[in-house]
C-alpha cells in the first residue's frame, strides 16, 4: 500500500516513540531498515506514521532499540495494530479529522486532567449547551446538530466499563458565563453537581479570589495512558489543535495542573450533608451561581 497523506495523532505518535527510540539506541535509519528487511524509506516513513509495520517487525524493532518490556512496550504494540475504527467513524462526514483524533485518544486513555478558563468542558456538557456553544461559531444547523451529536457521544468514557478517570478544574468565570440564556446555564450548573456523583469524576472551581495564576494558563487537556511515556497535551486553537508529546512539555502541564488544583476548591461532593460545608468549596459556589441566575 502506498503511505498515508494523513496519518491519524496515534499513528504520528507511534512514530515519534519509534524515532525517539532508535536515536536513543544509537542506530541509523539503514541500520533499522535491515532489522525487518525493508528499504531505508520505509522506516522514514513509520516514523512519519504514513506506512504500518507488522507485529513481528515491531517487536523485532523494540527489542534492537533496547526498550525494556512492559506497559510501555505492550502499549506500542498495541498502538502498532489498532485499526482506528470506532464510534467515530461514523461521524466523518462532518467531523474533521483532529476531533476525530480526540475520540480515539480519549477511548485509550485511563486517566483525563483538563482546565477550563472560560467554558464548561466539553465532556461535562449538556446537550443544550453544547448546541448553543457550537452554534456560536457554526452557521449552518446540519452541523451544528453533527457537532452536538459527536461531543456527547465522546462523553460515554465516562461510564464505559472501565471508565476513565476524569479530574476537570473550572474557573468561576466559567459558571458566571450565560451560554444560551439562564435556563441553560442553570442546567448546566446542576449537571456538573450531577456529574460529581460518579465515583471516576472530580470537579473543583478556581473561584475569583484564588488569584491571578489561572490567567496565565489556557484551556488544555493531559490524556493519561497505561504507559506514562505516552501521556499526551491536547491545546485547542481557533485555526489549528496542537497535540503535545515531548517529555518537558507533559511535565509542566502536569505541574501546572497540580497547581492549578491545589488553589482550586475542595472538589464538589453532591453526597455530603449541609453541616460538613464547614468552609467554601466547589458546591457551595455553583449552588450560589445558580440562585442568581
Known amino acids: 500500500m502506498p503511505p498515508r497523506t ?43 506514521g504514513r506506512v504500518d509495520v507488522p507485529r513481528n517487525g515491531m517487536y523485532r524493532l523494540l527489542r534492537a532499540y533496547g526498550c525494556p518490556e512492559g506497559t510501555y512496550f505492550e502499549q506500542l504494540l498495541e498502538m502498532a ?13 462532518t467531523i474533521g479529522p483532529a476531533a476525530r483524533d480526540l475520540a480515539e485518544l480519549e477511548a485509550r486513555s485511563h486517566v483525563l486532567r483538563t482546565h477550563e478558563p472560560l467554558l464548561i468542558p466539553g465532556m461535562l456538557q449538556t446537550e443544550d449547551y453544547a448546541h448553543a456553544v457550537i452554534e456560536a461559531t457554526e452557521a449552518d444547523p446540519q452541523r451544528v446538530r453533527r457537532y452536538t451529536e459527536f461531543r456527547l457521544a465522546r462523553q460515554r468514557v465516562l461510564t464505559d466499563t472501565p471508565a476513565v478517570s476524569y479530574h476537570a478544574v473550572i474557573h468561576e468565570a466559567a459558571l458566571h458565563t450565560r451560554v444560551g440564556g439562564p435556563a441553560i446555564t442553570r442546567r448546566q450548573l446542576l449537571r456538573l453537581i450531577e456529574i460529581s456523583r460518579l465515583p471516576n469524576v472530580t470537579v473543583q472551581v478556581f473561584p475569583f479570589e484564588a488569584g491571578n495564576y489561572a490567567a496565565h494558563t489556557q484551556s488544555f487537556v493531559i490524556y493519561g495512558a497505561a504507559a506514562p511515556e505516552l501521556d499526551t497535551v ?60
Do not use: C, N
Open 6 to 48: 494523513h496519518p491519524s495523532e496515534r499513528q504520528r505518535r507511534l512514530g515519534s516513540e519509534l524515532r525517539r527510540l532508535r536515536i536513543r539506541a544509537g542506530l541509523s535509519g539503514d541500520a533499522a531498515a535491515r532489522l525487518i528487511t525493508a528499504e531505508r524509506t520505509r522506516i522514514s516513513h513509520i516514523e512519519s
Open 81 to 93: 495494530h489498532e485499526s482506528g475504527r470506532g464510534w467515530w467513524g461514523g461521524f466523518r462526514d
Open 234 to 293: 491536547y491545546l485547542e486553537h481557533p485555526t489549528q489543535s496542537l497535540f503535545l508529546r515531548d517529555g518537558e512539555q507533559l511535565t509542566e502541564y502536569a505541574k501546572m495542573f497540580e497547581r492549578l488544583a491545589e488553589l482550586a476548591l475542595p472538589p464538589v461532593d453532591p453526597e455530603a450533608a449541609p453541616e460538613s460545608h464547614d468552609r467554601r468549596d466547589s458546591l457551595s459556589l455553583i449552588q450560589h451561581v445558580m440562585y442568581t441566575l
